[in-house]
T-cell receptor, first 117, second 113 residues
Framework: GDSVTQMEGPVTLSEEAFLTINCTYTATGYPSLFWYVQYPGEGLQLLLKATKADDKGSNKGFEATYRKETTSFHLEKGSVQVSDSAVYFCALRQEGNYGGSQGNLIFGKGTKLSVKP | GAGVSQTPSNKVTEKGKYVELRCDPISGHTALYWYRQSLGQGPEFLIYFQGTGAADDSGLPNDRFFAVRPEGSVSTLKIQRTERGDSAVYLC???????????FGPGTRLTVL
């Protein structure tokens, strides 16, 4: 079945460092890809998404490009801030009725990011 | 406007007991999803409602788990004869329809002693 694999954490960086969190997926059909973020004490929030190959999602300085050839959707940010400390989840969703999907998200295990001042 | 709300925020129960977890979706959202997040894991899909009907319950782990959404708004997840392995954070999400962004509630942390 469909699945998402993301790099294990925790990841600890200094402020202004470059961030990459790797995410690869296994899926048939044409899924949409997402990054969700969970800040301490808060619920899951959509960070960015891409719905087709070569699309780039971006938000709050974060970017991720949908790479069908490598089945990847790596999250990047050029200069992290302390306020970016959170758990990041990569996810996919099958679109339409492909494979009987009803639009539920399939998540990776999450990567905890800690940014030190 | 109000987001997705879930009650209670925490629930501690004893093995074998029955529990109900409630989700209030965003007004007007027809799609509602339940997920379960165990410690150190990502959320896992349980059940999806479109309106009042359960369109997909393939993620429910066994027949101790049941969910309803009788009026197409509030949903209740019901767990019978709870087991220690049911301990997790139960998340609810709603969206305008299944193609749109899912908005998550803060979750209910269930602990089965």
């Amino acid at each position: 079945g469909d699945s998402v694999t993301q790099m294990e954490g925790p990841v600890t960086l200094s402020e202004e460092a470059f961030l990459t969190i790797n995410c690869t997926y296994t899926a048939t059909g044409y899924p949409s890809l997402f990054w969700y973020v969970q800040y301490p004490g808060e619920g899951l929030q959509l960070l960015l998404k891409a719905t087709k190959a070569d699309d780039k999602g971006s938000n709050k300085g974060f970017e991720a490009t949908y790479r069908k050839e490598t089945t990847s959707f790596h999250l990047e940010k050029g200069s992290v801030q302390v306020s970016d400390s959170a758990v990041y989840f990569c996810a996919l969703r099958q679109e339409g009725n492909y494979g009987g999907s009803q639009g539920n998200l399939i998540f990776g295990k999450g990567t905890k990011l800690s940014v030190k001042p | 406007g109000a987001g997705v709300s879930q009650t209670p925020s925490n629930k501690v129960t004893e093995k074998g007991k029955y529990v109900e977890l409630r989700c209030d979706p965003i007004s007007g959202h027809t799609a509602l999803y339940w997920y379960r997040q165990s410690l150190g894991q990502g959320p896992e899909f349980l059940i999806y409602f479109q309106g009042t009907g359960a369109a997909d319950d393939s993620g429910l782990p066994n027949d101790r788990f049941f969910a309803v959404r009788p009026e197409g708004s509030v949903s209740t997840l019901k767990i019978q004869r709870t087991e220690r392995g049911d301990s997790a954070v139960y998340l609810c999400a709603s969206s305008l329809n299944r193609e749109n962004e899912q908005f998550f509630g803060p979750g209910t942390r269930l602990t089965v002693l």
